[in-house]
C-alpha cells in the first residue's frame, strides 16, 4: 500500500514584477501555512519523504509544514520536475519514487495538483485550491505500477 499527500502552494503574490518562479506567498498564504499545518498535524500521518517544487510559493508552503510537523530537514527534497503544471512531470517524479517510501508528500502547482487527484483518485474535484491538501491511497507495492487509486481525505483552507 502507498500513500500520496499531495499540497498545492498557498496562495501567492501577483505584486511586483519578479518571474513566476519568484512570487512569494500573499498574506493570506501565510495564514494558511500557519493553520493548515496544524490541522494536518492531528492526523497522525508521518510521510516519509517531502519533495516540493523549488519555486518560492511552494518552497515555503512545504518549508512551512516541515516546521510545523518537525519533520527532519534531511528527508525534505526539492524537485525541479515539480515546477509542473500539466502533471506529466509530478507523475513521472512519484513514478520514479523509491519503493521504500511508504507515504510521499509532494508541494506542487495547479492545473498538475488538480489533474493528478483527478486522474489517479476515486472523487471529482473542480479544482484543488491554494493550500489544499489532498490524499490517495494506492493498492501497489511499487510506484512505476501507479494505477486508479482511493481519494482519501480532502483538507482545504476554507473548511477550517
Same mark, same amino acid.
Not at 519514487?97 to 493528478?116: C, E, I, K, R, S
Given at each position: 500500500?502507498?500513500?500520496?499527500?499531495?499540497?498545492? =502552494?498557498?496562495?501567492?503574490?501577483?505584486?511586483? =514584477?519578479?518571474?513566476?518562479?519568484?512570487?512569494?506567498?500573499?498574506?493570506?498564504?501565510?495564514?494558511?501555512?500557519?493553520?493548515?499545518?496544524? =490541522?494536518?498535524?492531528?492526523?497522525?500521518?508521518?510521510?516519509?519523504?517531502?519533495?516540493?517544487?523549488?519555486?518560492?510559493?511552494?518552497?515555503?508552503?512545504?518549508?512551512?509544514?516541515?516546521?510545523?510537523?518537525?519533520?527532519?530537514?534531511?528527508?525534505?527534497?526539492?524537485?525541479?520536475?515539480?515546477?509542473? *503544471?500539466?502533471?506529466?512531470?509530478?507523475?513521472?517524479?512519484?513514478?520514479?519514487?523509491?519503493?521504500?517510501?511508504?507515504?510521499?508528500?509532494? *508541494?506542487? =502547482?495547479?492545473?498538475?495538483?488538480?489533474?493528478?487527484?483527478?486522474?489517479?483518485?476515486?472523487?471529482?474535484?473542480?479544482?484543488?485550491?491554494?493550500?489544499?491538501?489532498?490524499?490517495?491511497?494506492?493498492?501497489?507495492?511499487?510506484?512505476?505500477?501507479?494505477?486508479?487509486?482511493?481519494?482519501?481525505?480532502?483538507?482545504?483552507?476554507?473548511?477550517?
Amino acid at each position: 500500500m502507498k500513500k500520496v499527500v499531495i499540497v498545492r =502552494h498557498a496562495k501567492s503574490s501577483w505584486e511586483g =514584477h519578479l518571474k513566476d518562479f519568484d512570487r512569494p506567498l500573499n498574506s493570506r498564504g501565510l495564514e494558511d501555512i500557519e493553520r493548515m499545518p496544524e =490541522h494536518f498535524k492531528e492526523l497522525g500521518i508521518i510521510p516519509d519523504i517531502i519533495v516540493s517544487s523549488p519555486a518560492n510559493r511552494a518552497q515555503t508552503t512545504a518549508k512551512g509544514f516541515v516546521k510545523a510537523l518537525n519533520f527532519p530537514k534531511t528527508k525534505f527534497f526539492l524537485e525541479g520536475n515539480l515546477y509542473d *503544471f500539466y502533471g506529466d512531470e509530478l507523475l513521472k517524479v512519484i513514478k520514479k519514487t523509491p519503493d521504500t517510501v511508504t507515504t510521499l508528500m509532494l *508541494f506542487g =502547482h495547479n492545473y498538475a495538483v488538480t489533474n493528478f487527484v483527478n486522474s489517479y483518485g476515486s472523487l471529482s474535484i473542480d479544482n484543488v485550491p491554494t493550500c489544499g491538501l489532498v490524499i490517495l491511497d494506492f493498492d501497489i507495492n511499487t510506484w512505476s505500477d501507479l494505477s486508479k487509486g482511493k481519494t482519501v481525505l480532502t483538507l482545504f483552507p476554507k473548511n477550517m
